[in-house]
């Protein structure tokens, strides 16, 4: 079983900045598509950012050049860096381990992958930014 930890969520004004961070294991770190997930009141759940096993990182479009994933090899862990949040930002921020092809395939990097069948859940954080 995987499991996925997440902290660092809050509560910022506009133009502020929050790091989430995902603690997992080795195994997953390695063997999956490491990825940073949001789901706001009303919408359905989209891909934010993803990395992969060689640090090759997918950001969507809303977030190009003000979010930055990463990932610590020693650590376990995967973050995100968020600068200059808007109050489009507001959702429920989760870490999500996809199957390892999910970072692959056509699109990759140029989208980070979608939900998807196989992929394993954090609780979630929530990020509130208000104008």
């Known amino acids: 079983q995987v499991q996925l930890v997440e902290s660092g969520g809050g509560s910022v004004v506009s133009g502020g900045s929050l790091r989430l961070s995902c603690a997992t294991s080795r195994y997953t770190y390695t063997s999956y598509c490491m990825g940073w997930f949001r789901q706001a009141p009303g919408k359905e759940r989209e891909g934010v950012a993803a990395?992969?096993?060689?640090?090759?990182?997918s950001y969507a479009d809303s977030v190009k050049g003000r979010f930055t994933i990463s990932q610590d090899i020693a650590k376990n862990m995967v973050y995100l860096q968020m600068d200059n949040l808007k109050p489009e930002d507001t959702a429920m921020y989760y870490c999500g381990a996809s199957p390892w092809d999910a970072c692959s395939g056509s699109y990759w990097p140029a989208i980070p992958p979608p939900p998807g069948p196989g992929t394993f859940w954090g609780q979630g954080t929530q990020v509130t930014v208000s104008s």
């Open positions: 990395i992969d096993s060689g640090g090759i990182t």
